[in-house]
């Protein structure tokens, strides 16, 4: 367990956690659960976001699968990077009093096909989960601030969109590795139901896994068309 997460509210937190792994500190100096076997992916990073509007955090929950490591990598492999690259998507919230989530194909696809002509958007993901009823449930159940799903890159430090994507092309044209971000953002707050706090860590962790199992098989679907 981790310094950072021994201290007020964080240390329930991270006792409950454990139950699903073990606790290490990331390159970066954030939290990483290692969890146990039985699982679709190989970690879970956890860090606190401020938010924009208010002095609360939110937390965000991205979950490693990682497909072809750095060691593994190869020249071939180039290929399937590519293409999965296509199936990058996000949620989209719709309505007010009622609200709906539909995946959609990430928005960043369309201005990096522009720097990248070859780029094609493919939707198949998108499509089985929006099909996939027990994935909606968990978000209706979890309410989410955000939820994605990305081919993991190298950082750009930018805040152009059009210099950022004139950068990644070189990623996308000599990738190194192949690994799967699924991110879960969400304002969870125990004060005021310390039951509900923790029903919703397991629901982010349940829907985490299924997304990861629907990744695996994507990608394994698209290596073999290769």
Known sequence: MVESYTDGLLAPFAKYMSKYGDWQISDLGAS????KINYHFNSILVRSKRLSYSSDKSWEFTASV???????????????????????????????????YVFRSSSFLEHLQREIPGLYINTSLVESLNQDTSVLEHIHKIVPDQVSIRLFSQPI?????????????????????LIWNISIEKFVDMILSKKRYFQTI?????????????????????????
């Open 32 to 35: 990483v659960l290692v969890p």
């Open 202 to 226: 397991d629901l982010i962790i349940e829907l985490l896994e299924e997304i990861a199992i629907r990744v695996q098989r994507i990608t394994q679907e698209t290596q073999t068309r290769l």
């Open 66 to 100: 990682i497909v072809i490591n750095k060691e593994n990598f190869s020249f071939d492999d180039s290929l399937l990077f590519q293409r999965l690259k296509g199936y990058e998507c996000e949620i989209e919230r719709k309505g007010y009093l009622k609200k709906k």
């Open 157 to 177: 430090i930018t805040k152009d969109l059009d210099e950022y994507c004139r950068e990644y092309r070189k990623t996308y044209e000599s990738p190194t590795e």
